[in-house]
């Protein structure tokens, strides 16, 4: 009965969505996956560590388009109600692209014999970098905003979460992007908020409903805020069979139908795959997104 109020509550969610415009940090089909990358709060609630990287090209087809990569680790301090983590990741869309790095730390406090809460911040830095010589505008009118050199620029940020979790349901809420950096050309722009990375929040949510001793289901949600005011949401399901295979279907609000599968080898390897099948205008003019997603296990900490 929780299990369907919660899925209920998720899908009103929904009715009052709509789509985001724009794209300024990474996205991730498997986001259910990826829990860390978007909460640095997750780190440390799984008893191991892992590692876990992600490609994804998106749009393929469009010259130029969005391509993401990462690798993150994180897991348990052995003797503490604490969690760590590190990543690095690098995404590109034409002449843009952005390097960052950084770690993180989580604190968990038990809240019952059934809920637990973890708090966690992440700290690190990024390149920004704009090549000006892949840039092409038909208009004889020398733009000063326009530049044929590469601009480089490196900044600070700071990413903090709260995550909450039993054995079958968890929810969590995160913010990127905290100092809000300007990223200017010129150094004289004054124009607040043309150049600035804006903060986005994200909301997950997810349940573990056992159908058999075989077949378990696990709906989840991302619903992604970026001010000012731009709103994206994510509903998938996932059948999982024995932990070793599962099968799932993902829809992000006006924007994709994705189609996920994946396989794990003895709980130590595993491997997953999405593909996106675009509903927005741009399938026009260009393919759909595939993702890959790798990931190791170690042995149990604690």
Same mark, same amino acid.
């Given at each position: @009965?929780? !299990? ?64 993401? @990569? ?20 690098? &995404? ?6 952005? $390097?960052? $790095? ?27 970098? $704009? ?57 004289? &722009? ?6 600035? $990375? ?21 709906? !989840? ?54 593909? &996106?099948?675009?509903? !927005? ?22």
């Amino acid at each position: @009965m929780r !299990s369907l109020k919660l899925i209920l509550f998720i899908s009103i969610c929904f009715v009052f969505i709509k789509p985001v415009n724009a794209q300024q940090a990474p996205m991730y089909s498997q986001y259910m996956f990826n829990e860390y990358i978007i909460n640095p709060a997750v780190a440390g609630t799984f008893n191991y560590f892992q590692v876990r990287g992600n490609f994804r090209n998106q749009w393929i087809g469009i010259e130029g388009g969005p391509q993401t @990569m990462s690798i993150a680790g994180y897991g348990p301090f052995k003797d503490r109600d604490m969690g760590y983590g590190g990543y690095i990741y690098n &995404d590109a869309t034409g002449p843009e692209s952005r $390097l960052s $790095l950084g770690g993180s730390y989580a604190y968990h406090v038990a809240i019952n014999d059934v809920w637990r809460i973890s708090g966690g911040i992440s700290v690190g830095m990024f390149q920004y970098k $704009l090549d000006g010589t892949k840039l092409y505008i038909n208009n004889e009118i020398n733009d000063p905003a326009m530049t044929s050199t590469v601009y480089k620029k490196t900044m600070f940020d700071a990413t903090a979460g709260l995550y909450a979790w039993t054995t079958y349901y968890y929810v969590g809420l995160s913010a990127h992007q905290l100092l809000g950096n300007k990223y200017s050309l010129h150094e004289t &722009d004054t124009i607040q908020g043309i150049s600035r $990375l804006k903060q986005h929040v994200y909301l997950t949510g997810g349940a573990l409903i056992y159908l058999n001793k075989e077949f378990q289901i696990s709906p !989840s949600a991302l619903i992604k805020y970026t001010s000012p005011g731009i709103i994206q949401g994510e509903l998938s399901a996932k059948l999982n069979y024995m932990g070793m295979a599962w099968f799932g279907l993902s829809y992000r609000s006006s924007d994709a139908i994705v189609v996920m599968a994946g396989y794990n080898y003895e709980n130590k390897i595993s491997i997953g795959l999405a593909y &996106d099948i675009t509903l !927005s205008e741009i399938r026009q003019y260009s393919g759909s997104t595939i993702e890959v997603m790798l990931v190791y296990r170690f042995n149990n900490i604690k």
